[in-house]
């Protein structure tokens, strides 16, 4: 998704630069546009770095006498490509010129060109902010579906104290990410997810694998960035890019995933289990490669099973403390007595839910973009119909989070 952040004149401009960040964090791509007044406190350079994105500073190309047609209608292909607008800060000045649809330059031409969500976090002096024409421009713009994050009070920059501070950072994103439709029900919150397959080695060229990409642990990743969490991704051999704002740990082995998750349990409040760890390893490893030579017979050991020592950890640390322990999900790709061994699980593994689908049908679950899923719990079975991945870990972080609201203390998050 793509957000484009307009600044505008203000002394608290330079708070901008924190909101690309949390925003990226979030996986989402910004966009800056700055007006000319917003270039006099902070320069285009420090936006562009931060994003990674062209700022746009001006409606045509500086010093272009005869501008070319792709700059002349950029504000067009910006508009359209755009999954929100967001103003930070937004002065009087811009404030009046969207109620009254002016457009004096790209910010205000910007916005009078999208039809995506618009939300505006106000910063001025106290005089500004409580005068009457800045307030009935507001009630123009929030009749128009404008979102307004309403500023603080304190001292100003001005010396007066009062109403017109800039929101603080976190509410002004949050704001964002629900014009996006993405609530921050997850914010403070710390998910540990283990994704894609785990490789044992027969020799030092041959292993046993499976066919997991890791898609349905990035997708969750990706998702719970976006509702707020910070994400611990533990990630087996795996073609895909994890999320840019997820902390990702690379390992290959079971016990290497073992290792990892146990290094990061203590710090999380949510673990979700998305990775097929092989069940089985070669009982000792040849030192050198395996040559052809006739039958060979592999003789195969049990790995540790992560899951049921998560849950037993979880178990241990509710009746030590009396804290409510964490939240437990699991996943379970099932070829047989589906819901049966899924019921099982979730007992014999302490889990708060199980998350099962039938890897046996053809085009989901391993190797494809789909998924259809049926997510158990103590008290609930929710059938997830065919869909993309992404959707599969909105409706199971949807889980997660009638789960946390169920429980009587709030979990308490690693940081």
């Known amino acids: 998704m793509k957000v484009a952040l307009g600044v505008s004149g203000g002394i608290a401009a330079y708070k901008a630069a924190e909101v690309v960040r949390l925003l990226q964090e979030r996986g989402i791509r910004v966009q800056v546009i700055m007006t000319r007044a917003a270039q006099e406190f902070i320069r285009p350079l420090t936006f562009a770095a931060l994003s990674g994105e062209k700022v746009i500073t001006d409606m045509f190309a500086p010093g272009d006498e005869q501008p070319n047609i792709d700059s002349a209608v950029e504000h067009i292909a910006v508009a359209q490509s755009i999954d929100a607008l967001a103003v930070v800060p937004a002065t009087a000045d811009v404030l009046g010129k969207f109620a009254q649809g002016l457009a004096t330059d790209f910010l205000t031409t910007l916005y009078l060109a999208t039809t995506a969500p618009v939300v505006v976090a106000p910063a001025m002096k106290v005089n500004m902010w409580e005068h009457a024409a800045t307030q009935a421009n507001l009630e123009i713009l929030r009749k128009r579906g404008v979102k307004i994050v309403e500023p603080g009070s304190g001292y100003l920059a001005c010396g007066m104290t009062g109403p017109g501070r800039l929101a603080e950072n976190e509410a002004i994103v949050a704001a964002v990410m629900e014009a996006l439709g993405a609530s921050q029900d997850l914010a403070g919150e710390t998910v540990l997810i283990t994704a894609g397959p785990t490789r044992e080695k027969i020799d030092p060229v041959r292993y046993i694998t499976n066919r997991s990409s890791g898609r349905m642990g990035y997708a969750l990743a990706e998702a719970a960035l976006r509702r707020g969490a910070r994400v611990l991704l533990v990630s087996g051999p795996s073609a895909l890019t994890p999320p840019g704002a997820a902390e990702t740990t690379r390992v290959e082995s079971a016990e290497e995933m073992r290792a990892a998750v146990l290094k990061f349990l203590p710090e999380s409040s949510v673990v979700i289990k998305t990775a097929a760890v092989s069940d089985y390893k070669p009982k000792s490893m040849a030192p050198q490669k395996i040559k052809r030579s006739g039958p060979v017979a592999l003789e195969l050991e049990p790995t540790s099973d992560i899951l049921a020592e998560i849950g037993r950890a979880k178990e241990a640390h509710g009746s030590a403390s009396g804290e409510r322990p964490k939240i437990i999900v699991g996943f379970a790709a099932e070829t047989e007595n589906i819901l049966e ?22 085009g989901v679950g391993f190797d494809s973009e789909r998924n259809a899923v049926t997510i158990i719990t103590q008290d609930e079975v929710v059938e997830v119909p065919e869909t993309t991945k992404w959707e599969v870990a909105q409706r199971v972080l949807d889980q997660v989070v009638r789960l946390r609201r169920t429980r009587s203390v709030p979990i308490k998050a690693g940081r």
Not at 341 to 362: C, F, G, P, T, Y
């Open 341 to 362: 061994n899924a019921r099982k699980k979730l007992s014999a593994k302490s889990a708060d839910a199980i998350v099962v689908n039938d890897v046996s049908r053809e």
